[in-house]
Each structure stands twice: as structure tokens, then as C-alpha cells.
């Protein structure tokens, strides 16, 4: 397709183009919109946005659940020319408001769910000033009487004309965060060309349809929904089903009651479908492919027993560049995008020969197709931007042919259940604790392919404080993945001659040390 067009455009265009097809029905509430009521009703979020005070602001804050609403007022704010800032309904403590001061906000859509997280932080939110809540209304007004508070339903206008933003494709549409490695979440500047190039770049990859029925139980401020599963969805006129959280218990019946056709495995879903008693629902679907990455079970036995087809790993990218490398329908080697170059570099930032493992490189062939960097974040820019490449932070390698191949992770970002944690951040909320003189967080093996966190703590003289109460700190002060599963205790921690913590040591100590 190679489209040069913005995402509240595009909208449009599919409105008109497919009309009264089904466009997304919500589990939970079975609300379904169909193509041409989804874009009426982004039409009247931003025509009654406009009207809110402080809509002159460039940056708004979206915190919430899954639902249609969030993923309406998200292409509102493309219409209106606004930046969505996509927070991590997870997050909590010092994360949560770093993620909503670092572009000022003064409006933040919300629900009465995170009413509890948002009190938390509220006096070191100096920028915001209205909540946007879609329940809640009363509640929010009496634990924020010096916020102004809007009624998301209210503010919806009579008006479901659409508005033409003047925006270019190129422009910065959204800015969604990806986990540090040594450092704080980063927020990455998306332009509308980013998402559709990486949409329309799933389609032929994985045959996609009219008459598919995609399933998205992840978060909405996370890449793979928003532009891996919904957006290639929209794009050829298929159906999606939108849930708000994973449920093992509850998949394979609603993948037969919606007749779901396709699914993402992310973090260890695959792992959790094989892992599962068998039962008659394991044929009883509809669905005809399913991809994975990393996929822990061999992909025959997992075809035998679900009868559908798995796409072997390949495919590669990242919030920060974009999707970069397609899966190939039957071989293990992705195929790089045209719009890109991947190279791999040794620790001299040299370029390897082929069947040469090193640090995955990637350089965008056209502009706004990457990530424009980091936002308030020059120097973390310039950083992973060096000698005119993109430095992933990941290793990989390169065949004679050219297809890629995803080896892991090189810097300290910890997979826990679908979510990239910044073992910094860990470190951060537990150093808050007054008891706590030093802590380093690392990753352990765990089940399903992914890892758990293990935390080292050193107590400041004169302080008592144990493991559990420490865990009991971490469930209050950060997201429910970035709890550590175990906690150890010691005198003094091991270092480097620069007084780094070795962490590479402190994965050798066992569990009951």
C-alpha cells in the first residue's frame, strides 16, 4: 500500500470504504461498533474535546482500560492534531508521574480504576489540571477538588462530522513508552507514518483478510495492540475482538464464540495455551494461525494439537524502531522491510559477516518510520543513535541471504509476563523505602520462557526491616509485574573497581543465600 496519509484520515477512508462490517465489539459489555459508527463516534469525542478547556494543549494523557472509548478518543486526538500520551495504566509511584509530567499534561482521560494510583502522585503532577473521566464522575470530584473534571460522556458533541487535521503523515501522533535498560522508561516520538507503515507491513506476512476476526486481550499503550493487532485489522476491513486483559480460562471459549481467525502469543501466552489441560475446545475453533515470539513449544506439536498453523519466530522490532523484520509464513529467517537496513556490529561498532552474532543495528531508507527519539530525552537520543545507526540493545544475526535471526537481549531489561521491566525503576521505588541503603534487581529463570525478578537489598545501620515487608512496600509503590518474587539480604554488595554493582556476580549467588 505504502500510504502517505494521517491516522485520523485513515479512519475515515475505512469508514466509508467498509461501512456497516463490523468494526470492533468489546468483551465484557458485547458493545460492537461497525466502521462507519466508530468513526461517528471519534467524530463526537473531538468535536466536544475542542470545547474542553486546556484542549489548546498540545499533549493529553490517556491512563485506562481497554474499551472502545479509549480507543476512539485515541484517534480523536489524531483528528484534532493532538499528541496522545500513552500511559501505562500499571505503573505506579515515581514511574506513573514521570510518564505524565515529561510532556507537561494538563488533561488525562481516565476511569475510576486508577483513581487510587493517580491520589498517589497527585502532588507531583504540577501540569495537570482536568481529568477526563468516563465513571467515576463524583468520586473524582471529591478526591480532586483542584482539578477540573469533565464527564467523558457529556462532552461528546451532537457533531459526528469529520474534522481534517492538518497535520502531515510524517508528524508525531503518539508518544508511547518502552522500558530503559539502565535507566527510566523512555517515551518514543511515533508519527502517523510509523503506525500505518507498520500495519500495513503485517498484512501480507500474515494473510490477512476482510474475513478475519483478530483477538486483543494487551494493553492498548503497548505497540502490539495498537498497531500489530488493531490498526492491520481495520486496514483490511476485518473484525476485532477487544478484551481488557489476557484470561487463559476464559480464550478458547471466546475465540469460538466470536470466531476468532488469527491471534498474537505475546510474553508467554503460547506457552500457557500448550501448558493447559487438553479438551475439546483445542479443534473447536476457528482460528488458522497464531504467532509467537519467543515460541517456547515446537511449533509441530503445537499445530498438531490446536490444529492451526504457527508462524515460525522472524519477525523483529521494537516501540523504538519500528517494526523492522517480517516472519516468513515457513522458515525461522525474518525477511528485513525494504523501507530498512539492519546491520550487525561487534563491540568496536564494526560490522560482522554473516553467522556472526552482535548487536542488531537499524537504520531507517525513509523518514518517520522509526521512532523520532525520546521525548525531553537529547542525550539518551544521541546515545542509542550513534555512527549513523540505531543501537537495539538487542543480539542477533545475519544469513548469507540476508534474513534475520533474534538471539536475546543484551542489556538489562527483564521480561515479566508480557511487559519489559526497567530494572532501574524497580531499584528506584525500593530505595524509597527509608530502611533501604543500596538494591539491585536482576532476572531469573522462570516458567514459560520469561523471568522473575530478584531483588538484593543492604539496610542502613540502625535499621530493621525484612523481606516481606519490603514486597509489601513494592506492591503499594510500582506495577503489579514489577513486584520482585524474591527478596535477599545482604552485608555488602559486590563491585566493580568503579564501584558498580556486579550484578553478572549477584546471578550466581543461589536462591537461599
Same mark, same amino acid.
Given at each position: 500500500?505504502?500510504?502517505?496519509?494521517?491516522?485520523?484520515?485513515?479512519?475515515?477512508?475505512?469508514?466509508?470504504?467498509?461501512?456497516?462490517?463490523?468494526?470492533?465489539?468489546?468483551?465484557?459489555?458485547?458493545?460492537?461498533?461497525?466502521?462507519?459508527?466508530?468513526?461517528?463516534?471519534t467524530?463526537?469525542?473531538?468535536?466536544?474535546?475542542?470545547?474542553?478547556?486546556?484542549?489548546?494543549?498540545?499533549?493529553?494523557?490517556?491512563?485506562?482500560?481497554?474499551?472502545?472509548?479509549?480507543?476512539?478518543?485515541?484517534?480523536?486526538?489524531?483528528k484534532?492534531n493532538?499528541?496522545?500520551?500513552?500511559?501505562?495504566?500499571?505503573?505506579?509511584?515515581?514511574?506513573?508521574?514521570?510518564?505524565?509530567?515529561?510532556?507537561?499534561?494538563?488533561?488525562?482521560?481516565t476511569?475510576?480504576?486508577?483513581?487510587?494510583?493517580?491520589? *498517589?502522585?497527585?502532588?507531583?503532577?504540577?501540569?495537570?489540571?482536568?481529568?477526563?473521566?468516563?465513571?467515576?464522575?463524583?468520586?473524582?470530584?471529591?478526591?480532586?477538588? +483542584?482539578?477540573?473534571?469533565?464527564?467523558?460522556?457529556?462532552?461528546?458533541?451532537?457533531?459526528?462530522?469529520?474534522?481534517?487535521?492538518?497535520?502531515? *503523515?510524517?508528524?508525531?501522533?503518539?508518544?508511547m513508552?518502552?522500558?530503559?535498560?539502565?535507566?527510566?522508561?523512555?517515551?518514543?516520538?511515533?508519527?502517523?507514518?510509523?503506525?500505518?507503515?507498520?500495519?500495513?507491513?503485517?498484512?501480507?506476512?500474515?494473510?490477512?483478510?476482510?474475513?478475519?476476526?483478530?483477538?486483543?486481550?494487551?494493553?492498548?499503550?503497548?505497540?502490539?495492540?495498537?498497531?500489530?493487532?488493531?490498526?492491520?485489522?481495520?486496514?483490511?476491513?476485518?473484525?476485532?475482538?477487544?478484551?481488557?486483559?489476557?484470561?487463559l480460562?476464559?480464550?478458547?471459549?471466546e475465540?469460538?464464540?466470536?470466531?476468532?481467525?488469527?491471534?498474537?502469543?505475546?510474553?508467554?501466552?503460547?506457552?500457557?495455551?500448550?501448558?493447559?489441560?487438553?479438551?475439546?475446545?483445542d $479443534?473447536? +475453533?476457528?482460528i488458522?494461525r497464531?504467532?509467537?515470539?519467543?515460541?517456547?513449544?515446537?511449533?509441530?506439536?503445537?499445530?498438531?494439537?490446536?490444529?492451526?498453523?504457527?508462524?515460525? /519466530?522472524?519477525?523483529?522490532?521494537?516501540t523504538?524502531?519500528?517494526?523492522v523484520?517480517?516472519?516468513?509464513?515457513?522458515? &525461522?529467517?525474518?525477511?528485513?522491510?525494504?523501507?530498512?537496513?539492519? /546491520?550487525?556490529?561487534?563491540?568496536?561498532?564494526?560490522?560482522?559477516?554473516?553467522?556472526?552474532?552482535?548487536?542488531?543495528?537499524?537504520?531507517?531508507?525513509?523518514?518517520?518510520?522509526?521512532?523520532?527519539?525520546?521525548?525531553?530525552?537529547?542525550?539518551?537520543?544521541?546515545?542509542?543513535?550513534?555512527?549513523?545507526?540505531?543501537?537495539?540493545?538487542?543480539?542477533?544475526?545475519?544469513?548469507? &541471504?540476508?534474513?534475520?535471526?533474534?538471539?536475546?537481549?543484551?542489556?538489562?531489561?527483564?521480561?515479566?509476563?508480557?511487559?519489559?521491566?526497567?530494572?532501574?525503576?524497580?531499584?528506584?521505588?525500593?530505595?524509597?523505602?527509608?530502611?533501604?541503603e543500596d538494591?539491585?534487581?536482576?532476572?531469573?529463570?522462570?516458567?514459560?520462557?520469561?523471568? &522473575?525478578?530478584?531483588?538484593?537489598?543492604?539496610?542502613? *545501620?540502625?535499621?530493621?526491616?525484612?523481606?516481606?515487608?519490603?514486597?509489601?512496600?513494592?506492591?503499594?509503590?510500582?506495577?503489579?509485574?514489577?513486584?520482585p518474587?524474591?527478596?535477599?539480604?545482604?552485608?555488602?554488595?559486590?563491585?566493580?573497581?568503579?564501584? $558498580?554493582?556486579?550484578?553478572?556476580v549477584?546471578?550466581?549467588?543461589?536462591?537461599?543465600?
Amino acid at each position: 500500500m505504502a500510504q502517505r496519509i494521517t491516522l485520523g484520515e485513515l479512519l475515515h477512508q475505512l469508514a466509508h470504504k467498509y461501512q456497516d462490517r463490523p468494526a470492533i465489539t468489546e468483551v465484557g459489555t458485547g458493545t460492537q461498533y461497525s466502521y462507519i459508527e466508530l468513526e461517528r463516534f471519534t467524530n463526537q469525542i473531538a468535536h466536544g474535546f475542542l470545547e474542553l478547556p486546556f484542549a489548546d494543549n498540545g499533549y493529553v494523557g490517556i491512563m485506562h482500560e481497554n474499551s472502545i472509548s479509549y480507543l476512539a478518543m485515541t484517534y480523536a486526538l489524531k483528528k484534532v492534531n493532538r499528541i496522545e500520551v500513552s500511559v501505562n495504566r500499571a505503573f505506579r509511584g515515581e514511574s506513573l508521574a514521570r510518564m505524565i509530567n515529561l510532556t507537561q499534561c494538563q488533561i488525562l482521560m481516565t476511569s475510576q480504576l486508577h483513581f487510587d494510583a493517580i491520589e *498517589d502522585v497527585i502532588a507531583d503532577l504540577p501540569h495537570l489540571a482536568l481529568l477526563l473521566v468516563t465513571d467515576g464522575l463524583e468520586e473524582a470530584k471529591a478526591r480532586f477538588p +483542584h482539578l477540573q473534571i469533565a464527564d467523558f460522556w457529556d462532552m461528546l458533541s451532537s457533531d459526528d462530522s469529520h474534522i481534517t487535521s492538518p497535520a502531515r *503523515d510524517s508528524d508525531v501522533a503518539t508518544i508511547m513508552f518502552t522500558s530503559g535498560t539502565t535507566g527510566v522508561s523512555k517515551g518514543c516520538l511515533l508519527s502517523h507514518r510509523y503506525a500505518v507503515r507498520t500495519a500495513e507491513n503485517m498484512i501480507g506476512p500474515f494473510r490477512l483478510t476482510e474475513d478475519d476476526v483478530n483477538y486483543t486481550p494487551y494493553p492498548l499503550s503497548h505497540i502490539g495492540p495498537a498497531y500489530y493487532d488493531i490498526l492491520p485489522t481495520f486496514m483490511t476491513g476485518g473484525h476485532v475482538i477487544f478484551r481488557d486483559k489476557f484470561s487463559l480460562s476464559n480464550f478458547w471459549d471466546e475465540a469460538i464464540k466470536y470466531g476468532v481467525t488469527w491471534f498474537m502469543c505475546l510474553g508467554s501466552v503460547q506457552q500457557l495455551l500448550y501448558s493447559a489441560a487438553p479438551s475439546d475446545k483445542d $479443534k473447536a +475453533h476457528k482460528i488458522t494461525r497464531m504467532w509467537s515470539t519467543p515460541a517456547p513449544v515446537p511449533k509441530a506439536d503445537f499445530d498438531k494439537r490446536f490444529h492451526l498453523h504457527l508462524i515460525p /519466530g522472524g519477525g523483529y522490532g521494537s516501540t523504538d524502531a519500528g517494526w523492522v523484520v517480517v516472519p516468513q509464513w515457513d522458515h &525461522e529467517g525474518g525477511i528485513v522491510l525494504p523501507h530498512f537496513e539492519v /546491520g550487525i556490529v561487534d563491540e568496536n561498532d564494526d560490522l560482522v559477516p554473516p553467522h556472526t552474532k552482535g548487536e542488531v543495528v537499524i537504520r531507517p531508507k525513509e523518514p518517520a518510520v522509526m521512532s523520532d527519539g525520546y521525548f525531553g530525552m537529547d542525550e539518551k537520543t544521541n546515545e542509542s543513535r550513534r555512527n549513523m545507526w540505531f543501537h537495539t540493545g538487542d543480539i542477533g544475526w545475519l544469513d548469507d &541471504e540476508g534474513l534475520f535471526y533474534f538471539t536475546c537481549r543484551k542489556f538489562e531489561r527483564i521480561r515479566i509476563k508480557g511487559e519489559l521491566v526497567s530494572a532501574f525503576e524497580v531499584e528506584e521505588g525500593v530505595l524509597r523505602m527509608p530502611a533501604i541503603e543500596d538494591a539491585a534487581v536482576i532476572g531469573i529463570s522462570a516458567d514459560y520462557g520469561e523471568e &522473575e525478578l530478584r531483588l538484593f537489598v543492604t539496610i542502613k *545501620d540502625g535499621h530493621e526491616v525484612t523481606a516481606d515487608e519490603i514486597i509489601a512496600h513494592c506492591r503499594t509503590a510500582m506495577a503489579k509485574f514489577m513486584v520482585p518474587s524474591y527478596v535477599t539480604i545482604l552485608d555488602e554488595f559486590p563491585r566493580t573497581p568503579t564501584g $558498580k554493582t556486579e550484578k553478572g556476580v549477584l546471578k550466581s549467588y543461589p536462591l537461599d543465600s
